[in-house]
């Protein structure tokens, strides 16, 4: 089945320790996204690359980095520099930039502090 | 101003009840518009594209209006499976083109 998955589920951070969040879609869409989801809060964007090779910084990159090696992949690191990681990650992908294209979402990560 | 708001709910309504939630956007260049439906602890998943000319699928009907500036989702036949929160969701379509999310409104149907 074509879609987006992400892993882990479930992620626990050590002080001072960077984790990388993995991201891998098969729907062959070009662009891809990576939210921060806070308890209440909306969708806050962090990262997000239209093609292979290229990214840009959303609203809240600060902490955090990305790479788009691969067209079907797209992992974040939630580097020590992040003093507030815990919150619900989501990825996203669309199959272009422009027009009525929506995003689809993979089922998320939760981080959080140990 | 915030971009994209939305009266947080929560809406409780019966099963059968008709609904509606409004959302308002800052930005009038802005050109895509959707509604998704997040679950509880779960990812938000696409419910309808909003077009200019309102649409409908199935008991879901979208409006769009560009001079206000404002987006509706009315719900109709409510079923305890529409429980979730919804979230507006606005694009530009003008170079920059990633999606800001509203807050989202959590709607609460009960038997």
């Known amino acids: 089945d074509g879609g987006i998955t992400q892993s882990p589920k479930y992620l626990f951070r050590k002080e001072g320790q960077n984790v990388t969040l993995s991201c891998e879609q098969n729907l062959n869409h070009d662009a891809m996204y990576w939210y921060r989801q806070d308890p209440g809060q909306g969708l806050r964007l962090i990262y997000y690359s239209q093609i292979v090779n290229d990214f840009q910084k959303g609203d809240i990159a600060e902490g955090y980095s990305v790479s788009r090696e691969k067209k079907e992949s797209f992992p974040l690191t939630v580097t020590s520099a992040q003093k507030n990681p815990t919150a619900f990650y989501l990825c996203?992908?669309?199959?272009?930039?422009?027009?009525?294209?929506?995003?689809?979402f993979g089922d998320g990560t939760r981080l959080s502090i140990l | 101003r915030k971009e994209v708001e939305q009266d947080p709910g929560p809406f409780n309504v019966p099963e059968g009840a008709t609904v509606a939630f409004n959302c308002t956007y800052s930005?009038?260049?802005?050109?895509?518009f959707f509604w998704y439906r997040q679950d509880c602890r779960k990812e938000p998943k696409l419910l309808m594209s909003v077009y200019s000319s309102g649409n409908e699928d199935g008991r879901f009907t979208a409006q769009l209006n560009r001079a206000s500036q404002y987006i509706s989702l009315l719900i109709r036949d409510s079923k305890l499976s529409d429980s979730a929160t919804y979230l507006c969701v606005v694009r530009l379509n003008s170079g920059y083109s990633t999606l800001t999310f509203g807050k989202g409104t959590m709607l609460l149907v009960s038997p």
């Open positions: 996203a992908s669309s199959n272009r930039e422009g027009g009525n294209q929506p995003q689809h």
């Open positions: 930005n009038s260049a802005s050109q895509s």
